[in-house]
């Protein structure tokens, strides 16, 4: 496969994950190296997610001394994971939090992960990338934001993720076009019917695109088709950064340290530069010295840490300055549409993530609303099912009727680009955790433009499996994926990092994680944070931006 864009320099491609899926094996941790807290590292990482992982490994190879802090375990997925739904929720992040605003958004399983592999262990698969347009939706729409940055810069970032992870997928006729470096996986009875609805209602469909393999992968096996893509995969046929680039980051170097909860970035107030964090680990406190800190929490707690971090120099806490932080968080719409067939469809038979389209994606001049949405089979196991049958309102006889009739359903989810808003933001709340942290409180509310969206992407599923033949259809309204909350801009009167990632203000202090996004798109937003971590990785080991020199932007 060839990269358009490609980084050149041999010793700059040294530091991508090899492509032929060797050193998979998460089990290297055995070997790993540990530093000391004492010890000066040149980084530590504060979460082992989608950015804080591929920004480990990436400095790894750079040579940089990397230790990455994450409150959740190491997994293992042959002793920690089960194939259950419900035994499954350890996956997730379920510290308290206050959901507030008119529209609150639910947290729990349908967020953020815990442990190293972050949210990507109960990620779906799917790796769609960004549009170009998404990077400039004020410019081009009227709406949203303009990034520091655009599309070219992440392209080559996106090609060389899509060739380590590695995804399967169609060709892609959307956004920037572009191939995948697998075939696409066959499809089951879900991915099916969105096929043949979505032919008869004239929408374009495409297999893909998934981070699953399809064929062995180096000591990765082939899909079993099981689907339980969103329980962890016990069989790692589902890329998460915790069989791919944390086995690498292990491997050059860098720690990985489990159950290790970030109270507070550590700043000297003569400086304002950052010294280090401190940490909590089996109810102990600790302190990693470092000389420079880059924040992967994601889009809730990363706000949260850098309000927690406050100082009598950053009294409003780390990149406040402006009080930009926790602001203009982001959630797709999701709204989930499901169909009854007469054939049995049994939509479990197959990871959820199969068939998508982004024929909606785009802004249509002719409609009411700005941007749009993405659609994509989602297929939900049983539980999940009784939640979308209640959330109709159905209870009793009638919900047991619809369980006893799963095998007969198919369903879909959109994802809808809602806005960023300032005041969907992140605060402190005056309830404390079990450390006596005070809890993150979000609060949100929908604008017009999204509720116009999620109506219009209610309908375009709901035409797809009518057009296959459906005989009922059920709708219910959910979110998925938050991201912003520190978002990235050009001035410190409009977000929190620069486009180097680099916290307003603090000179060493990076956030690499989904909360600097300025604007969401309609795709699922795995892919794009970890391109993203890739960059601000290559910047920093290339010396195009670095920790011992104030951002320009941000000089205090
Ligand atoms: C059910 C579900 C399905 C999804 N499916 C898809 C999909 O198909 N495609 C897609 O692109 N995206 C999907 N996502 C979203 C995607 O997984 C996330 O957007 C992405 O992983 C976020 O990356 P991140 O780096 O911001 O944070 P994360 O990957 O969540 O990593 C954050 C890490 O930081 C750790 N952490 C947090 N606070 C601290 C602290 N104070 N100290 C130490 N460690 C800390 C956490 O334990 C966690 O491991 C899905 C999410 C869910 C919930
Ligand atoms: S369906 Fe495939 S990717 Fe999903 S959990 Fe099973 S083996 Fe893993």
Redesign the pocket.
Known sequence: MSFDGDIKARNESAWLLPTDGSRTDHRLRADMRRYADRDEVDLVV???????SVLTQRLARAGWSVVC????PFWDPDTDWVSDERASHTLY?TDPRQIGGKDPVPLG????????????I??????PRFHPSDFRTRTADGVGADWPIGYPDLKPHYQHLEAELPVAGQDWPWGDPHRYPHHPHPVSGNGEIFLRGAAAAGITARVGPVAITNGRFGNRPHCIYRGFC?QGCKVNAKASPLITHIPDALAHGAEIRPD???TRVLIDDRTGRVTGVS?LRAGVEHRQRARAVAI????I?TPR?LLLSATPRYPGGLGNDHDQVGRYLMVQGAPQTAGRFDDEIRMYKAPP?EVSSEQFYETDPGKPYQRGWSIQTVSPLPITWAEHVTAQGHWGEPLREYMRDYVHWATLGALCEFLPDPGNRVTLAEETDRHGLPVAHFAYTQTDNDRLLMRAARQSMEAILRAAGAAEVITIDRY??L?GGARMATRPEDGVVDADHRVFGVPNLFIV???VLPTQGAA????T?MALAARAAHRLATRQVHADTPSPAGAR
């Open positions: 504060v979460g082992a997610g989608a950015g804080g802090l994450d409150a959740g992040w399983s349908n967020n953020s992960g815990r442990g190293v592999g972050g949210s990507m109960h990620y779906a698969g799917y790796t969103l290790s909860h970030v940490y992967a929490g994601y889009s707690e840490l993530p998925a994926h991201v994680d989904g909360s699922n937003p795995a892919l944070i």
